[in-house]
Structure formats: structure tokens, C-alpha cells
């Protein structure tokens, strides 16, 4: 015995009676939707055991702690909120889903206030927005401009899906949820880890997410960036939708990373092999090529000749003997044309070119002038000797 304690032997007894009486002492009593923050005590396959303080023992049903594979997310010792549902034989039933059962109102409020996020399922397009079936069968509205999604998307590929929702408005009649700031943190999270092994350069695959005039968005996994239009071919492109469509896979090679401004630009014509290279080959000098008529400017005209290769075909060429002021007086985008390869420049991607007309009747010009200069090189000899001749006859008669 301790002269400055009680026996060892009472405490014990104490300790055991007062646990005795935790044990067994009559839970007190819980509000349907009653929050609780609980440890997981005991897994079983059917029900997780959480511990509710001095009220007792709760059950959580085990399929509520699965992911969408069936793989269970949590583990014994575990902390997890929960709500109460109602006493069932005595013992206290909780769920972790929102908005369910008679306690489905007091959850709602909860969340609203304490901003917690609920699941929901796109259930129908409305004016406006979406209509959002919350768990428990409650219904809820969640605006166009709330679900973080581009205008241009296409809204019907979004029914019949679960997502994770906050309530913004609520009271007795309406719910008004969104999910824009759950898009933004989950885009902001993977643009971070995305920061850490993504160079310029790099190759990478994606989804077109919308078609815009200046170029397409692409989704590489969560991030979105730019494709400009002038970087999705070699040859010129008029129109992004007769080239990309919503939902098509490609690859594109990483252009320009800008984290400080959250910009990424990528090229799709860079996986492709650049047609300057082969240009020498393709269209050598001195060969005819049909071409389409692209650009007119003050200085001539930009035929395409092929796959991101164009020519010049300068203003001073286009008339031949007559003058022509601008190239429109004679030619107009769109038009085919033929034309004769003058020079080709594939360092500096330039080729001059020749209208195949202009070009033939220079051809034939030249033809035509190296033909009489032969014969009068012949016939020059010939008539020297006819005139000494013609001369020498009329010296005799002594005309001379």
C-alpha cells in the first residue's frame, strides 16, 4: 500500500467499473442527418464498424466505401464523416452518402453550409442548365455555366453521368447546384503534376475538346491547350472542322509551355514531315505542275502546288506582253492554274514560278530565233559568194 495512494487493487476495480458502465450505458439519442467524424473500427464484407463516442457503435454499409471497381478506399483505423440514418434493431445505421433517406434535408443543409460535396447524375437538359437527380431521389439544378464546361461542348453526352456537385442556393422549393470549382481544382492539380515531366518538344496524345476558328483545344489527360490554326497543317488551313472534329484523337507535339499564364500551345503539323524537304525532288526546275491559286498581293501571286508548299508567281510574269497591274486583273483565289517551275530555294522555302503559257510561247519565241540565227549563219557564206560573183560578172561588162 501507497501512503500517498489508494491500494493498487481499488483503482483496478474503479477503472473496471467505469468501463463496465461505458459499455452498457444507453446510447443517447441521435437526430436523423446527425453529422458524426468517426474512426473505422472493424471491416466486414457487408459493413464497416465506426466508432460514435460515448453513443455507441455506428454501421456504415460496406458498398458505400468502394470505388467504381469495387475496390474498397479505406482501411481500419480510418476517420470518416457520416450521417445518421435510423436505429435498426438497436443498432445505429449511418451512411456517407448525402442527400439520402429521411434525414436527406438535414444532410443537404449540412453540406450547403460546411460546403461538402454531394454525388448527383445528370438526369435531363433543361433551359438554362442541367436537371441533377441528388442521390435519395431529390432533384436539383445545376446551370449551364456552374457544370465547367464549354458552351460549344455537346451537352447530351453529359446525361446519365455522375459527378460531384456543391450546393450554392438552397431553400425549401429549389437546389441549385455547381461543379465548375471542382473542375477548376482537379484541372489546377493535374497542370501541376503535369509541370513536372512536361518539356516543349514533347511529344504527346490528346482529344479535341472544341473547334474554334482560331484553332482546336486539346485535352492531354485533364490540362487543355491551343492548337492555332496555322500550326494544325503545312498547307493552309480555311477551316479547322474540315481537318479536326470534336472527340478525335491526336497527337501534337508540346509548341510552348506558359505555367505563369496556365497556357500550352501544341502543333500538329510538326509530327508531320515538313514537304520543303522533298521540295527539290517534287518540283524540280524546269517542270509543269498544276496549282491552286491561294493569296493575291500587290507583288503576285501564291499558287499551292502541294501539301504546305507554295510559289510565286510575280506580278511582271503574268501578263506576258502586255502589262497587268495587280494580279487579281487576271487571277482569283481558288482558280487552277498551270505553271512552270523557273527556281527552287527549299532553305529559304521559296520557288519562283512562270505561267506554263507565258512560259511555252517564250519556249517557242526562243525556238523559233535560234532556228533563223542557224540558217543565217548557213546562208551568210552563200550569199558572200554570190555577190563577189554578181561583182566580178559586172566588172567584166564594165558597169563597174
Known amino acids: 500500500m501507497n501512503s500517498n ?19 452498457y450505458k444507453e446510447p443517447s439519442r441521435m437526430e436523423p442527418g446527425q453529422k458524426v467524424e468517426a474512426p473505422i473500427i472493424k471491416l466486414t464484407p457487408e459493413w464497416a464498424l465506426i466508432e460514435v463516442g460515448g453513443k455507441g457503435e455506428g454501421y456504415v454499409a460496406i458498398s458505400e466505401l468502394k470505388d467504381s471497381a469495387g475496390n ?8 470518416i464523416r457520416a450521417w445518421f440514418l435510423h436505429t435498426e434493431e438497436g443498432e445505429m445505421r449511418f451512411t456517407t452518402k448525402i442527400g439520402t433517406g429521411p434525414a436527406a434535408m438535414a444532410q443537404l443543409g449540412d453540406a450547403f453550409r460546411s460546403h461538402i460535396p454531394l454525388a448527383g447524375t445528370v438526369s435531363r437538359e433543361m433551359k438554362g442548365g442541367f436537371e441533377i437527380t441528388i442521390n435519395g431521389g431529390l432533384r436539383a439544378f445545376c446551370p449551364f455555366s ?11 453526352a453529359y446525361i446519365g453521368k455522375e459527378f460531384a456537385f456543391n450546393i450554392i442556393e438552397m431553400d425549401r422549393r429549389n437546389i441549385v447546384l455547381s461543379r465548375r470549382e471542382m473542375v477548376e481544382k482537379e484541372r489546377q492539380e493535374k497542370a501541376a503534376a503535369l509541370k513536372e515531366t512536361l518539356h516543349e518538344g514533347d511529344k504527346v496524345h490528346g482529344t479535341v475538346t472544341s473547334i474554334q476558328k482560331f484553332g482546336a483545344f486539346i485535352d492531354i489527360g485533364g490540362v487543355e491547350g491551343l492548337l492555332p490554326v496555322s500550326e494544325i497543317a503545312w498547307s493552309r488551313t480555311e477551316n479547322v472542322s474540315d481537318v479536326l472534329k470534336s472527340g478525335q484523337q491526336v ?39 498544276t496549282g491552286t491559286v491561294t493569296r493575291l498581293a500587290p507583288f503576285g501571286a501564291f499558287i499551292s502546288l502541294g501539301e504546305g508548299v507554295e510559289g510565286l508567281l510575280h506580278v511582271s510574269r503574268l501578263g506576258g506582253d502586255r502589262r497587268v497591274n495587280h494580279p487579281e486583273d487576271v487571277l482569283k483565289v481558288g482558280q487552277t492554274i498551270e505553271v512552270r517551275i523557273e527556281s527552287v530555294d527549299s532553305r529559304n522555302r521559296r520557288i519562283s514560278l512562270i505561267p506554263a503559257e507565258v512560259s511555252r510561247e517564250q519556249d517557242e519565241t526562243n525556238a523559233t530565233l535560234s532556228k533563223y540565227q542557224g540558217q543565217a549563219e548557213t546562208e551568210a557564206p552563200m550569199m558572200g559568194s554570190m555577190g563577189e560573183q554578181l561583182k566580178r560578172q559586172l566588172e567584166k561588162k564594165g558597169k563597174i
Not at 489508494?6 to 467499473?17: G, L, R, T, V, Y
Not at 456552374?146 to 447530351?156: C, F, L, P, S, W
Open 5 to 23: 495512494n489508494q491500494p493498487q487493487e481499488d483503482q483496478n476495480e474503479e477503472n473496471f467499473a467505469e468501463m463496465f458502465e461505458q459499455a
Open 146 to 156: 456552374q457544370m465547367g464546361i464549354r458552351r460549344e461542348e455537346d451537352k447530351a
Open 251 to 289: 497527337d501534337v507535339i508540346v509548341k510552348k509551355l506558359d505555367w505563369d499564364n496556365q497556357r500550352i500551345s501544341f502543333s500538329l503539323k510538326d509530327t508531320l514531315q515538313d514537304p520543303w524537304e522533298t521540295a527539290d525532288a517534287n518540283w524540280p526546275s524546269g517542270t509543269y505542275h
Open 72 to 79: 474498397l478506399i479505406v482501411k481500419e483505423g480510418d476517420r
